[in-house]
């Protein structure tokens, strides 16, 4: 069965610093995969999605980026981290046959407040 | 900017009773979606409906699909106090690349009070 992992689950960084969120999929291959912040109370906003490894299609422009080094392995990024970039991250994959508009499966989450 | 948006924004039912959420979109869509999040967890899939579908039914879940007006409806029956949680509508949307990906609403809040 496939599973799907997220880390660390919580975070707590100045603002300035560095970030690196992991995301890591198992039991499936060439799978879509997605990073989505959620606001509190808020619904989820697509940041960055790829279809293969070296393929990262952004969405927001933003302070973020992400990078996909392996086929089951989606990492989120900044080299500084602002206020507003607080929030709760979620990790995605999809079956990789279409665009992106199936059945989603998603991590557990990274709770990230930025001091 | 989003393409479902959820109604109403928080649902407070006793248990046993039914719970109903209603989703509007915008444009067409290919598939419409619900899933379901409990605090500070991720989101869990829960049914698909596709475009040419009115109706679904998962367990004590019930969708219905209207192209027509462009919304949707969840209905949860004799709900438990287990089934507290949020819940989104995601539809398929053409994003600023080109490309069709999911959009989420910000959900309904519901509440089942034991």
């Known amino acids: 069965s496939q599973t799907i992992h997220q880390w660390p689950a919580t975070l707590v960084q100045p603002v300035g610093s560095p970030l690196s969120l992991e995301c890591t999929v198992e039991?499936?291959?060439?799978?879509?995969l997605y990073w989505y912040r959620q606001a509190a109370g808020r619904g989820l906003q697509l940041l960055f999605y790829?279809?293969?490894?070296?393929?990262i299609s952004s969405e927001v422009p933003q302070n973020l980026s992400a990078s996909r080094p392996q086929d089951r392995q989606f990492i989120l990024s900044s080299k500084k981290l602002l206020l507003s970039d607080s929030g709760f991250y979620l990790c995605a994959w999809s079956v990789g046959v279409s665009e992106g508009t199936d059945t989603q499966y998603f991590g557990p989450g990274t709770r990230l407040t930025v001091l | 900017s989003q393409q479902g948006e959820e109604d109403p924004q928080a649902l407070s039912i006793q248990e046993g009773e039914n719970a109903t959420m209603n989703c509007s979109y915008k444009?067409?869509?290919?598939?419409l979606q619900w899933y379901r999040q409990n605090s500070g967890r991720g989101l869990v899939h829960l049914i698909l409906?596709?475009?040419?579908?009115r109706e679904k039914h998962s367990g004590r879940l019930r969708v219905t699909l209207d192209t027509s007006k462009k919304s949707s409806s969840l209905l949860i029956t004799a709900s438990r106090a287990a089934d507290t949680a949020s819940y989104f509508c995601?539809?398929?949307?053409?994003?600023?690349?080109?490309?069709?990906?999911?959009?989420f609403g910000s959900g309904t809040r519901l509440q089942v009070q034991p």
């Open positions: 995601a539809t398929d949307a053409v994003m600023d690349t080109g490309r069709r990906a999911l959009t």
């Open positions: 039991g499936t291959s060439n799978p879509n």
């Open positions: 409906i596709r475009s040419n579908e």
């Open positions: 444009t067409s869509i290919n598939n």
């Open positions: 790829s279809v293969g490894i070296g393929q």
